[in-house]
């Protein structure tokens, strides 16, 4: 990716961030609510490379730390989306779109993502320039397919 002809490919430099592995499945596990340390171990990731990633993901300003401390406890941080983290969503739901198109699994989308208010089914589509829906007005969901643990956060 060092190649001059990557030096101002929004895709390379989009993939320098996200590109290692493991750092999706994090951005997908906060964008479920997901904010502590323990809650991403769930992915099955090692705790070094865990620590690692999330270092990085605060570093490259999609996370950022919180401290919390539950009674009885030391002080601890939770990692809670930034700005950029949260304009991750459609990025995420585009590939959680191609995954079940072209990976399917035959159980049925592991996430599907709602409107606010109306609590409708949206997906991503190509819009004219200005009149896009607002980001923070789409949350993901659980889908039919998931069968993974409940946030505990």
Not at 14 to 42: C, P
Not at 65 to 87: F, I, S
Request: net charge negative; glycine share 10%.
């Amino acid at each position: 990716m060092e190649l001059p002809s990557n030096r101002n490919c929004s895709i390379a430099r989009s993939l320098s961030v996200l590109g290692q592995k493991w750092n999706l499945l994090i951005m997908r596990e906060a964008h479920r609510g997901r904010t502590r340390y323990a809650d991403f171990r769930r992915i099955g990731i090692p705790s070094d490379i865990l620590a690692t990633r999330l270092d990085a993901l605060v570093e490259d300003g999609l996370l950022q730390r919180q401290p919390y401390q539950e009674l009885g406890q030391r002080v601890r941080d939770e990692y809670v989306l930034t700005e950029a983290g949260r304009d991750l969503l459609p990025v995420l739901a585009a590939l959680t779109e191609w995954g079940d198109k072209h990976r399917p699994t035959g159980r049925g989308p592991t996430a599907i993502y709602v409107d606010e208010k109306s609590g409708d089914e949206v997906r991503l589509d190509f819009v004219p320039a200005g009149m896009p829906p607002a980001a923070d007005a789409v949350r993901m969901a659980w889908g039919p397919g998931y069968d993974g643990p409940e946030p505990t956060s």
